[in-house]
């Protein structure tokens, strides 16, 4: 289970404090001591102690502790730091945890025990100044739920005949009318009753386009309108609708988010006990503890500690600088080694918004002349599909033409005179309703969206759209295995089986999932991270449980601050070409970590033989660790510097997404 955002802050707070703690005791010692060259008088504690049953007496003694008054900041330090930082080490022996910090806490105790209270010091400033270095890095914890509650609208608009009056969502009862104004969000699910307009259901559905509404239509809680207003009919309680619904699957998974072993701790488990052999091997062989000490406190694992952040921070900056937000450093560690990868539809592997695929003509009529009055017309409309068609005609180099009365009334489509004819564009259930007779013109339905063209009352012709998908869609799922080996790829959507299967043939997946629900989505993802380390790569709001239930959740774009927050990497520009150079940027990191860490720990291993041999004393040993803390940074300080390239690989266009769309004369 993770930790709230609250108690990660107040853990980060915590080890930045000790850290400056230690840094203002040491500082203050070395200058009375050396500077001042004052506060050596000796100060002594005695007590009597006495241990006994009811029959006899176990144990009695007089303890004394003496101390200089120069070494009370160090026993500030060990005292207000020290113990605290051992208590957590403790902790997580007693949980099983044996990490390259646990050496830390048993210097700290033996410095204590041998009164070498400035190598101690020295110890609880490496510790915490790594594990602040380590908070730095990840700086911003995970507040989904958070993000989630601040999206949904507080308030709703309750109708009551002509007046108007805000309420609560909680207080929303199912039959309630709700009016809805242009670019708010839907408090509940429901069904328009007035109104026409659109509806972005994208980051809830899966849905790519725009959605239109109408009378009867369906609304969800989530979902954000457009640009008029619609009243609807509440046909759920808030606490049953859509959105709340993903929020109580968002909570679930948000439990249950999966736990990356961290490279240090790899490396500590290793590390860790060779250690302790060479210390006790030197104090057996010599008799003196204090060498025990000095080869722990060169021990001390600081290219552990304070090597691998560095070359963590260093990473973050390079891919911030490459448009990734790096929000849990952990995945850097781990992404190469994902052998799962899977894709959301809308907004991942395509762009969410409709492309003209093909225009199917009606006897006798012309392509260009066609789009030209089709396109002329559309100019003037804020229906989703316009947007495609102009495109259509700017590829096409058409000239458009002037439009006159224009019109868009609910159950007619658009119309108007272009160049001396009425052309209409409506859909085809309207189209059959007003000509029931000439349904047998029109082409089979067909997977995407689709609009019917009339000319002067006679059928035109029949257009179609598809979500557009980027030109390196197909070649970067083909470059995931060899290059990053992936072993198995898969398209994950709730979107419908037409589009989605369209999709994965033309990008080359086979394993695919439609129509998925978010709670669906979640259950496919844990499955899938059980098996194997996942990443999912998504950009809804319906995504957000499975980012968080991946091993690696990457999302795209800037369109929803939830998916953000659930997400360990958010790609800025929506581009798969930037995932591959998070691989690239993940491996990089690895390989830099264990140069600094494991070239540390051989020097630190070198040091160790030295201060078992007894060249070295343990305030000796701390600063031999220091100056090869120095070189372990400053090799992971080359993780910030660009390489010549970050990626290898090669986008091929995908022919069926650049070609102009075809036609065909019914």
Known sequence: MTNTPSSETNSARFENTIAGLSLLGIGVYLLLHYALDVGHQVYSLSVNTALTSTDILLYQGHQVLSVELVQLPLLVVLALGGIPLVYQLCVKVIQGEFGADLLAGISIVTAVLLNEYLAGSLVVLMLSGGVALETYAVRKASSVLEALAKRMPSVAHRKSGDALMDITTEQVIIGDTLLILPHEICPVDGSVLEGSGTMDESYLTGEPYMMSKTTGSPVMSGAINGDTAL??????????????????????????????RRLGDQLGALYTPIAVLIAGIAWALSGEVVRFLAVLVVATPCPLLIGIPVTIISSISLAARRNIIIKNPAILETIGRCRTAIFDKTGTLTYGRPSLTAIILGAGQQEQEVLTLIASLERYSKHPLSSAILKSAEKSALSLLGVTNISELPGEGLKGDVKGKQVQITSRKQFIEQQPEAIAVLPPISGGLECVVLIDDVYAATLQFRDEVPSDSSSFIDHLQPKHSVDRVMLVSGDRESEVRYLAELVGIEHVYFSQSPE???????????????????????????????????????????????????????????????????????????????????????????????????????????????????????????PKSLSDFSNKVIDKTTFRPNVVVS
């Open 231 to 260: 009243t609807i009919r509440a046909d759920k309680l808030s606490v049953d609708s859509r959105y709340a619904k993903i929020m109580e699957v968002m909570r679930s998974s948000e439990q249950y988010r999966p736990n990356i």
């Open 520 to 642: 669906q989505k979640l259950a496919l993802v844990r499955a899938e991270t059980q098996a194997a380390k996942t990443l999912f790569l998504g950009d809804g709001i319906n995504d957000a449980p499975s980012l968080t239930a991946a091993t690696i959740g990457i999302a795209f774009g800037q369109n929803s601050d939830i998916t953000g927050e659930a997400a360990d990497a958010v790609i800025m520009d929506s581009s798969l070409l930037k995932v591959d150079e998070l691989f690239h940027i993940g491996d990089r990191m690895r390989k830099i970590a264990l140069q600094s860490a494991v070239g540390g720990m051989v020097l630190s291993v070198i040091g160790m033989v030295f201060a078992g041999l007894g060249y070295l004393t343990p305030v000796a040993g701390a600063v031999t660790q220091e100056v090869i803390d120095v070189f372990a940074v400053l090799n992971a300080l080359r993780a910030a510097i660009p």
